[in-house]
Protein backbone atom coordinates (compact mmCIF):
# COMPACT_ATOMS: atom_id res chain seq x y z
CA UNK A 1 0.00 0.00 0.00
CA UNK A 2 1.10 3.23 -0.43
CA UNK A 3 1.25 6.15 2.26
CA UNK A 4 3.37 9.39 2.36
CA UNK A 5 5.39 10.10 5.93
CA UNK A 6 5.88 13.69 6.78
CA UNK A 7 7.61 13.29 10.38
CA UNK A 8 7.43 16.96 11.32
CA UNK A 9 4.06 18.86 12.73
CA UNK A 10 5.89 21.89 12.69
CA UNK A 11 9.26 23.50 11.35
CA UNK A 12 10.00 27.19 12.14
CA UNK A 13 12.38 29.19 10.60
CA UNK A 14 13.64 32.82 10.39
CA UNK A 15 12.83 35.11 7.92
CA UNK A 16 15.48 35.13 4.92
CA UNK A 17 16.71 31.45 6.25
CA UNK A 18 16.86 28.29 4.45
CA UNK A 19 13.71 26.03 4.79
CA UNK A 20 13.13 22.65 4.59
CA UNK A 21 9.90 20.26 4.81
CA UNK A 22 10.23 16.71 5.13
CA UNK A 23 8.40 13.70 2.90
CA UNK A 24 9.31 10.24 2.65
CA UNK A 25 6.99 7.82 0.31
CA UNK A 26 6.50 4.17 0.20
CA UNK A 27 4.82 3.11 -3.22
CA UNK A 28 5.55 0.41 -5.44
CA UNK A 29 6.67 1.25 -8.75
CA UNK A 30 7.89 5.13 -9.92
CA UNK A 31 5.37 7.27 -8.01
CA UNK A 32 4.05 11.01 -9.03
CA UNK A 33 5.32 13.15 -5.89
CA UNK A 34 3.55 16.34 -5.11
CA UNK A 35 3.07 19.59 -3.06
CA UNK A 36 0.60 20.97 -2.14
CA UNK A 37 0.41 24.75 0.85
CA UNK A 38 -2.79 25.52 2.23
CA UNK A 39 -3.74 28.97 3.58
CA UNK A 40 -6.06 29.28 6.65
CA UNK A 41 -9.89 28.73 5.47
CA UNK A 42 -8.59 28.10 2.00
CA UNK A 43 -8.34 24.72 -0.76
CA UNK A 44 -5.03 23.59 -1.30
CA UNK A 45 -2.52 25.41 -3.87
CA UNK A 46 -0.45 22.87 -6.04
CA UNK A 47 3.45 24.20 -5.65
CA UNK A 48 5.39 21.55 -7.84
CA UNK A 49 5.88 18.04 -8.90
CA UNK A 50 8.12 15.21 -9.78
CA UNK A 51 7.45 13.23 -12.99
CA UNK A 52 10.50 12.06 -14.10
CA UNK A 53 13.53 13.00 -15.03
CA UNK A 54 15.61 15.79 -13.39
CA UNK A 55 15.52 15.23 -9.52
CA UNK A 56 15.32 18.82 -9.08
CA UNK A 57 11.93 19.56 -9.47
CA UNK A 58 11.51 24.08 -9.85
CA UNK A 59 7.97 25.25 -8.46
CA UNK A 60 5.67 28.11 -7.68
CA UNK A 61 7.07 30.99 -5.14
CA UNK A 62 10.47 30.15 -4.98
CA UNK A 63 10.17 26.90 -4.08
CA UNK A 64 12.05 23.54 -4.81
CA UNK A 65 12.06 19.54 -4.27
CA UNK A 66 14.52 17.39 -4.22
CA UNK A 67 13.29 13.50 -5.42
CA UNK A 68 16.13 11.02 -4.00
CA UNK A 69 15.13 7.54 -5.25
CA UNK A 70 16.88 5.98 -3.08
CA UNK A 71 16.32 7.05 0.20
CA UNK A 72 12.23 7.81 -1.13
CA UNK A 73 12.43 10.95 -0.49
CA UNK A 74 11.15 14.93 -2.04
CA UNK A 75 11.95 17.20 0.65
CA UNK A 76 10.71 20.91 0.01
CA UNK A 77 12.69 23.44 0.30
CA UNK A 78 13.45 26.89 -0.67
CA UNK A 79 16.62 29.21 -0.27
CA UNK A 80 15.41 32.26 2.06
CA UNK A 81 11.91 31.95 3.45
CA UNK A 82 9.17 35.02 3.84
CA UNK A 83 6.54 35.83 6.56
CA UNK A 84 4.10 35.22 4.44
CA UNK A 85 5.30 31.40 3.39
CA UNK A 86 3.67 29.96 6.94
CA UNK A 87 1.02 28.17 5.91
CA UNK A 88 0.30 24.46 5.86
CA UNK A 89 2.11 21.84 3.50
CA UNK A 90 1.34 18.53 2.25
CA UNK A 91 3.19 16.03 0.51
CA UNK A 92 1.18 13.42 -2.18
CA UNK A 93 1.99 11.08 -3.73
CA UNK A 94 -0.04 9.19 -6.38
CA UNK A 95 0.75 5.52 -7.63
CA UNK A 96 0.97 5.61 -11.54
CA UNK A 97 -1.59 2.56 -12.12
CA UNK A 98 -4.23 4.45 -9.22
CA UNK A 99 -6.57 7.63 -9.71
CA UNK A 100 -6.38 7.86 -5.90
CA UNK A 101 -3.70 10.68 -4.43
CA UNK A 102 -2.65 10.10 -0.78
CA UNK A 103 -1.73 12.56 1.41
CA UNK A 104 0.65 13.00 3.98
CA UNK A 105 -0.41 14.99 7.17
CA UNK A 106 0.52 17.94 7.14
CA UNK A 107 3.44 20.44 8.60
CA UNK A 108 3.14 23.77 9.45
CA UNK A 109 5.45 25.76 8.65
CA UNK A 110 6.15 29.18 10.92
CA UNK A 111 7.92 31.99 9.17
CA UNK A 112 9.53 34.20 12.11
CA UNK A 113 10.26 37.82 11.55
CA UNK B 1 -10.45 30.38 -16.01
CA UNK B 2 -8.39 28.54 -13.74
CA UNK B 3 -10.81 28.41 -10.77
CA UNK B 4 -13.17 25.88 -8.78
CA UNK B 5 -15.78 27.20 -7.81
CA UNK B 6 -17.57 25.92 -4.40
CA UNK B 7 -21.10 26.83 -3.01
CA UNK B 8 -21.74 27.54 -0.33
CA UNK B 9 -19.35 28.74 1.39
CA UNK B 10 -20.62 27.93 5.20
CA UNK B 11 -23.37 25.45 5.54
CA UNK B 12 -25.22 24.82 9.00
CA UNK B 13 -27.69 21.63 9.06
CA UNK B 14 -29.37 19.67 11.30
CA UNK B 15 -29.28 15.73 11.28
CA UNK B 16 -32.92 15.13 9.53
CA UNK B 17 -31.56 18.06 6.88
CA UNK B 18 -31.26 17.64 3.19
CA UNK B 19 -29.26 19.67 1.29
CA UNK B 20 -26.33 19.99 -1.34
CA UNK B 21 -23.08 20.90 -1.89
CA UNK B 22 -22.17 22.11 -5.18
CA UNK B 23 -19.06 22.42 -7.40
CA UNK B 24 -17.87 23.68 -10.84
CA UNK B 25 -14.92 24.24 -12.83
CA UNK B 26 -14.78 25.59 -16.84
CA UNK B 27 -10.88 24.08 -17.67
CA UNK B 28 -12.44 20.96 -19.32
CA UNK B 29 -10.87 18.51 -16.83
CA UNK B 30 -12.37 15.19 -16.90
CA UNK B 31 -11.65 14.47 -13.27
CA UNK B 32 -13.21 15.62 -10.23
CA UNK B 33 -13.23 14.90 -6.57
CA UNK B 34 -14.38 15.12 -3.34
CA UNK B 35 -11.91 15.46 -0.14
CA UNK B 36 -13.60 15.40 3.64
CA UNK B 37 -10.49 17.67 5.58
CA UNK B 38 -10.90 17.64 9.36
CA UNK B 39 -9.16 20.84 11.18
CA UNK B 40 -5.41 20.63 10.98
CA UNK B 41 -5.45 17.08 9.14
CA UNK B 42 -4.53 16.07 5.72
CA UNK B 43 -8.27 15.80 3.22
CA UNK B 44 -9.47 12.33 2.89
CA UNK B 45 -10.65 11.06 -0.77
CA UNK B 46 -14.24 10.21 -0.80
CA UNK B 47 -15.16 10.13 -4.13
CA UNK B 48 -13.63 10.19 -8.02
CA UNK B 49 -15.38 10.92 -10.91
CA UNK B 50 -13.61 10.27 -14.31
CA UNK B 51 -15.14 11.37 -17.66
CA UNK B 52 -18.32 11.60 -15.76
CA UNK B 53 -18.49 8.15 -14.00
CA UNK B 54 -17.96 7.24 -10.91
CA UNK B 55 -14.31 5.71 -10.33
CA UNK B 56 -13.52 5.19 -6.71
CA UNK B 57 -15.77 5.62 -3.55
CA UNK B 58 -14.14 5.05 -0.54
CA UNK B 59 -16.45 3.55 0.99
CA UNK B 60 -18.08 6.63 1.84
CA UNK B 61 -21.54 6.31 3.73
CA UNK B 62 -24.25 6.59 1.97
CA UNK B 63 -25.93 9.41 3.97
CA UNK B 64 -23.51 10.93 0.91
CA UNK B 65 -24.65 11.05 -2.14
CA UNK B 66 -22.09 12.11 -4.97
CA UNK B 67 -23.48 13.18 -8.92
CA UNK B 68 -21.93 14.54 -12.15
CA UNK B 69 -24.47 16.25 -13.97
CA UNK B 70 -21.73 17.01 -16.94
CA UNK B 71 -18.23 17.34 -17.21
CA UNK B 72 -18.28 20.90 -15.55
CA UNK B 73 -20.27 20.07 -12.33
CA UNK B 74 -19.97 18.13 -9.47
CA UNK B 75 -22.64 17.80 -6.73
CA UNK B 76 -22.53 16.16 -2.94
CA UNK B 77 -25.99 15.36 -1.70
CA UNK B 78 -25.77 15.23 1.78
CA UNK B 79 -29.21 13.51 3.91
CA UNK B 80 -29.46 12.65 7.65
CA UNK B 81 -26.08 13.41 8.77
CA UNK B 82 -23.97 13.16 12.13
CA UNK B 83 -22.80 15.93 14.15
CA UNK B 84 -19.25 14.08 13.10
CA UNK B 85 -19.29 15.21 9.82
CA UNK B 86 -18.97 19.00 10.43
CA UNK B 87 -15.74 18.97 7.94
CA UNK B 88 -14.34 21.32 5.29
CA UNK B 89 -15.77 19.85 1.85
CA UNK B 90 -13.35 19.93 -0.48
CA UNK B 91 -13.88 19.72 -4.32
CA UNK B 92 -10.75 19.71 -7.12
CA UNK B 93 -10.24 18.44 -10.42
CA UNK B 94 -7.76 17.37 -12.98
CA UNK B 95 -6.86 17.29 -16.60
CA UNK B 96 -7.70 14.23 -18.62
CA UNK B 97 -7.22 10.87 -16.44
CA UNK B 98 -6.60 8.27 -18.89
CA UNK B 99 -4.27 5.88 -17.57
CA UNK B 100 -0.67 6.67 -17.94
CA UNK B 101 -2.22 10.43 -17.68
CA UNK B 102 -1.54 10.65 -13.84
CA UNK B 103 0.71 13.07 -13.30
CA UNK B 104 -1.60 16.02 -14.05
CA UNK B 105 -1.87 18.11 -10.38
CA UNK B 106 -5.36 18.86 -8.62
CA UNK B 107 -6.73 22.34 -8.90
CA UNK B 108 -9.00 22.59 -5.45
CA UNK B 109 -11.63 24.86 -4.76
CA UNK B 110 -11.47 26.90 -1.30
CA UNK B 111 -14.41 24.46 0.62
CA UNK B 112 -17.70 24.42 2.14
CA UNK B 113 -17.46 24.52 5.66
CA UNK B 114 -20.31 22.04 7.05
CA UNK B 115 -21.33 21.86 10.57
CA UNK B 116 -24.08 19.49 11.44
CA UNK B 117 -25.96 20.16 14.57
Known amino acids: AQSVAQPEDQVNVAEGNPLTVKCTYSVSGNPYLFWYVQYPNRGLQFLLK??????LVKGSYGFEAEFNKSQTSFHLKKPSALVSDSALYFCAVRDRRDDKIIFGKGTRLHILP | DTEVTQTPKHLVMGMTNKKSLKCEQHMGHRAMYWYKQKAKKPPELMFV???????INESVPSRFSPECPNSSLLNLHLHALQPEDSALYLC????????????????FGPGTRLTVL
Open chain 2, 49 to 55: YSYEKLS
Open chain 1, 50 to 55: YITGDN
Open chain 2, 92 to 107: ASSQDPKAGERSNEQF
